[in-house]
């Protein structure tokens, strides 16, 4: 069975750092992402990651500030951020698919519960 288990959200203030975690268990997923939905908006997609890592893809709004990777050795996908603001505050779902390259554009089939991020000014 799928599963997909973040952690490592909280409340940190303005300028600071966080670093999510995404466990995956029940596949090796070619293709994993992180999406987030802020209040009252859709749910946006924020960086994906290929399989080798070697193939990343970043929204625009993070680049520079968000640093993805994975171990796969873990099954584990972790999200780096840094320079929090308090539009960064969202929940964040980690996303898996057995296909594609970690493409905003690829179809993600898998989905975790979410960890939420709050980010005060």
């Known amino acids: 069975q799928v599963q997909l288990v973040e952690s490592g959200g909280g409340v940190v203030q303005a300028g600071g750092s966080l670093r999510l975690s995404c466990a995956a268990s029940g596949g090796l997923f070619n293709a994993m992402a992180w999406f987030r939905r802020a209040p009252g908006k859709d749910r946006e997609f924020v960086v994906g990651i290929s399989w080798t890592g070697g193939a990343t893809d970043y929204a625009d709004s993070v680049k520079g500030r968000f640093t993805i990777s994975r171990d796969n050795a873990k099954n584990t996908m972790y999200l780096e951020i840094n320079s929090l603001k308090p539009e960064d505050t969202a929940v964040y779902y980690c996303?898996?698919?057995?296909?594609?390259?970690?493409?905003?554009?690829?179809?993600?089939?898998?989905w975790g519960q979410g960890t939420q991020v709050s980010v005060s000014s």
């Open positions: 996303a898996a698919s057995f296909g594609c390259n970690g493409s905003r554009y690829c179809n993600y089939n898998y």
